[in-house]
Nanobody, 115 residues
Framework: QVQLVESGGGLVQPGGSLRLSCAAS????????MAWYRQSPGKQRELVAV???????NYADSVKGRFTISWANAKNTMYLQMNSLRPDDTAVYYC?????????WGQGTQVTVSS
């Protein structure tokens, strides 16, 4: 089992920045990908960014150049640095982890971009 706890969401003005964190615990030794997803009201959950065990990353076109995903081994924590935020980035952001043991989700953290 893997437990994921997100933090760092909140209200920010357009053009501002936030950093989301996802702390992983439990059987994390065989995680092979971690990712951030987001879901807005009335929309399907969408992939924002993904990082694999080799440090390779990939991003949704809508966030390329603005968001950066990273993983800190020493802290067992994944981050999403979000810059130049726009109102359409408003969503609940979820942490996702996949291992040979299963597929895990965090509880989500709300990000609201509004003036």
């Amino acid at each position: 089992q893997v437990q994921l706890v997100e933090s760092g969401g909140g209200l920010v003005q357009p053009g501002g920045s936030l950093r989301l964190s996802c702390a992983a615990s439990g059987s994390i030794f065989d995680l092979y990908t971690m990712a951030w997803y987001r879901q807005s009201p009335g929309k399907q959950r969408e992939l924002v960014a993904v990082i694999d065990s080799g440090g390779n990353t990939n991003y949704a076109d809508s966030v390329k150049g603005r968001f950066t995903i990273s993983w800190a081994n020493a802290k067992n924590t994944m981050y999403l640095q979000m810059n130049s935020l726009r109102p359409d980035d408003t969503a609940v952001y979820y942490c996702d982890a996949r291992s040979t043991g299963g597929h895990y989700w965090g509880q989500g953290t709300q990000v609201t971009v509004s003036s």
